[in-house]
């Protein structure tokens, strides 16, 4: 399984992004694809995830009221809506899938992830 990610870039504080990432599987199950961020300095953690099967997300403490993450069944793609964004969100972000657990926000437990979009906020 491979997995695609883009959209990120730079915005100024309080601007939006939208991240993407399309998934080359075809079968979900009840698989979870989930973005992770790692920012200057600091341990990659995670933002934001989506139950394929149920459709229902789940946010860090740190995004939730600003960042929406949904799916396109008929594209395998999802998204992170980013808004309000402020400059402690700059960071790579991953987007990475759970095949195996019915962990969210464990990191081990996902066992596959795309390459990293970098993500500026400037203040």
């Known amino acids: 399984v491979q997995l695609q990610a883009s959209g990120g870039g730079l915005v100024q504080a309080g601007g939006s992004l939208r991240l993407s990432c399309t998934t080359s599987?075809?079968?979900?199950?009840?698989?979870?694809l989930g973005w992770f961020r790692q920012g200057p300095g600091k341990e990659r953690e995670f933002v934001a995830a989506i139950r394929w099967s149920s459709n229902s997300p789940y946010y860090a403490d740190s995004v939730k009221g600003r960042f929406t993450i949904s799916r396109d069944s008929d594209k395998n793609t999802v998204y992170l809506q980013m808004n309000s964004l402020k400059s402690e969100d700059t960071a790579v972000y991953y987007c990475?899938?759970?095949?195996?657990?019915?962990?969210?926000?464990?990191?081990?437990?996902?066992?596959?992830w795309g390459q990293g979009t970098l993500v500026t906020v400037s203040s």
């Open positions: 599987r075809r079968t979900f199950g009840d698989a979870v």
């Open positions: 990475a899938e759970n095949s195996r657990t019915s962990s969210v926000t464990i990191i081990g437990d996902y066992d596959n």
